[in-house]
C-alpha cells in the first residue's frame, strides 16, 4: 500500500514543485560576508542625521519584536534566506548614513505623495523618513537660490555617495526648453546629467522618470523620455509604476546599504525581486481567469464575486510587478482587490498600449502612418474580407467564363 | 480510371498526414486562441472555480495545436531539403525556370484557365512560394507565441529545467524590440492569425478551383495522395 502510495505520488506530483531555486550555501555565505564588511565600514562612518531609530520606533508605537518581523519581511522580499534578518535590522538602523538626493522633473509629485501620505507611518515610512534626504525640492523648506545652494553642498559633500533618486521625466523637445531650473534656466536634462555625474547610482522612481510615463503618451508634445535613455554610464536602478510602490523602493536602498550594490535588474533595469515575475503570476483571482469566470460588466453578479478581471481588459496577465503580493498603502488593497483591472502601469508605454480598459483585441491600435484606428480583429476582419470578396469576384468571373482552355501549347 | 488519364502520385503518406494534422491544429488554435485574446463565450457550468478550468483547458488546447504545428514545420523544413519524394526548395530557387512558371501559374489563375504553359503534373513553383509564405508565418506564430509564454517562466525555472526558459528568451525576446514591447508581440501573434485565417481561405479556393477548371481531381491530392493527368501530356 505505501508503495502503491508512493508510486502514485511520484506520477502526479509535478517537477516543477522540486525546482531548487536556492543558490547554494557558498553563494550565501560569501554574500553574508560581503554585507557584514559593508555594514561594519557603514557603522564606523559617521552618522548624517543625529536621530536615534529605535527612539523614533518606539515613539510611533512599534516594539523590538514588531521591528523584527518587519525585517524577516523584509529579508523574504529580497529573496534573501532567513540568516540576513538581522543584517537587514541593522541595515535599517544604518540607513541615516544614506545621503539622498531627490530630482522631481516632469512629473505630479505622486511618487513623493506615495512614500509620504500614511495614517500612522508604517515601518517602511519611517525608514524612509530617516534616510538622509539631503535635498527634494517638494519636502524642503528652502526656497529659490537657497535651495540651489543646499544642493550644490550636498553634491559636494558627499561626491561619488549619494543614491540619486529622480522622479518625472525628461522633455527633450524645443531644446530641453519645456522644463527648466529656477533663476538659472538650466534645463531639466542638463540638470539631470550633472546631477547625476558623482552620484554612487541613480534610482528612477516611477513610470515618468523610468520610460517617459504619462508626459511620453501620444503625442508626446514635449518629447519626453525616461532617464535610461539620456544618462548613460551610470548604474540606473528603474522601479516603475504609477506611483511606485514605496516597499519597492525601501527594498532598492536596503539592498545598496546591504551590499553597496544594485540589485540584480531585468532587462528594462527593474529589480527582479520586484519585478521577476508578472501580477497574473501571483493573482488572488487567478483561478477566475483559469475557471474561465470572468467580471462581464461592471457591477455584475462576477463583479460581486472577485471574478477575473481579463475582460474588463485588466493587464496582470502583460505586467511585471509585485503589486498583488505586496498591494499598496502598506497592504491594505491594490487595484484589482478593490475590483478594477490592471492598467499596467509599470510597463513602458502604458498609457497607450495598456490602459485602455478593454483586452487588446478590442483595443482601438493606431496605424503606425497615423489616422486608422481599428481594433485587431476589424483590420483582421477587412482582410478577410478584402480576401473573399477577391475570391468571390475570381470565381464569379470563373463562372461566367466557363471551363476553357488553350492548354497543351506550351510546355 | 477514365481512359487517356493515368494517375500521378502527389502526397506522400507523411505529407498528407502533416497536412491534416495541420488543418486540425490550425483550426483548434483560432477557436482558442480567439478566447484567450478575449473569452467570447461564458461557461455556465455551476460549480466553483476550481472544477472549471475553461480558460485553462483553451490554454491546454492552444498549446498543442501550436506544438504540432512546431513539430510538423520541422519535418516540413527537413522535407523542404531531403524529401526522397520531391524537394520543394528546388521550386523556390528564383532562377528564370521557375519564375517563367511561377508566372505562368498566376497567369493561368487570372486569365480563368484561358492559358495553360505549364506542366500541372508536379507542384509547381507558385504552389512552393504559397506554402512557404504560410511556413513563415507560422514561424513568427511560434516565435511571439513562445514569447508570451515565457512571460509565465518568469522564474527561469520550469518542470523541464533551466535551460527552457533561458532558450526561449534567447530565440524569442528580439521579438520586444522589434514589435514594440510584450504588447506589441500580442498584437502581432494576434493579427498574423488573420492572415492565416485569410491564406487558407484563398488555400481552399485555388484547390477547389483548380479541380474544376484544370479536371484532373486535384481536391484529391490531400486524401489519397494522387491525381490525374492526360497520358498524352505527361512524358
Known sequence: MAERREAFKMLFSANSAKVETNKGDAYYDRLFQQCRARLDELKASQPLQAIDFHEILSDEGYDRREFMKWASAATAMLMLPPMFTPLVAEAAELMTRVPVIWLELQDCAGNSEALLRSDGPKIDEILLDIISLEFHETLMAAAGHQADAQLEDAMHAFKGKYLLFVEGAIPMGMEGQYGTIGASGETFHEHLVRVAADAAAVVAVGSCATYGGIPAAAPNPTEAVGVMDVLKGKPIINIPACPANPANMVGVILHFVLTGQVPELDSLLRPKFAFGYRIHDNCE??????????????????????????????????????CSIVRYNEGVNWPIGVGRGCI???????????????????????????GVEKTVDQFGLGVLTATAVGIGIHAAASAVAGKKSDEGEAQ | ????????????????????????SILAAVITGLYIAH????????????????????????????????????????????????????????????????????????????????????????????????HLMLILMLLTGLQMYVHGLASGESSIGAWWPWMLHMTTDWTLWVFGGNMGVR??????????????????YYQIWRTIFWQEGDIAIAFGGSKFKKSSETE
Open chain 1, 285 to 322: 483571482r487567478r483561478a477566475h481567469f483559469d475557471a474561465g469566470e470572468f467580471v462581464e460588466e461592471w457591477g455584475d453578479e462576477g463583479a460581486k464575486n472577485n471574478f477575473c478581471l481579463y475582460k474588463m481588459g485588466c493587464k496582470g496577465p502583460m505586467t511585471f510587478n509585485n
Open chain 1, 344 to 370: 499596467g502601469c509599470s510597463e513602458p508605454d502604458f498609457w497607450d498600449k495598456y490602459a485602455y480598459e478593454r483586452p487588446m483585441s478590442d483595443a482601438n491600435i493606431k496605424a503606425p502612418t497615423g
Open chain 2, 1 to 24: 480510371m477514365k481512359p487517356g488519364y493515368e494517375k500521378i502520385k502527389r502526397m506522400t503518406p507523411a505529407m498528407r498526414i502533416i497536412h491534416w494534422v495541420n488543418v486540425v
Open chain 2, 39 to 134: 473569452p467570447y463565450y461564458q461557461s455556465f457550468i455551476a460549480d466553483p472555480a476550481v472544477d472549471k478550468y475553461v480558460m485553462a483547458w483553451n490554454r491546454w488546447i492552444h498549446f498543442i495545436g501550436a506544438i504540432l504545428l512546431d513539430v510538423t514545420s520541422v519535418a516540413v523544413a527537413y522535407l523542404y531539403f531531403f524529401s526522397r519524394f520531391e524537394k520543394p526548395y528546388k521550386k523556390l530557387v528564383p532562377n528564370a525556370r521557375n519564375v517563367t512558371e511561377f508566372k505562368e501559374v498566376l497567369i493561368n489563375l487570372l486569365t480563368l484557365n484561358r492559358r495553360k504553359n505549364f506542366d500541372s503534373s508536379h507542384s509547381d513553383s507558385f504552389n512552393v512560394v504559397y506554402f512557404t509564405i504560410m
Open chain 2, 187 to 204: 498584437y502581432v501573434h494576434h493579427l498574423m492569425m488573420w492572415w492565416i485565417v485569410a491564406w487558407v481561405m484563398f488555400h481552399v
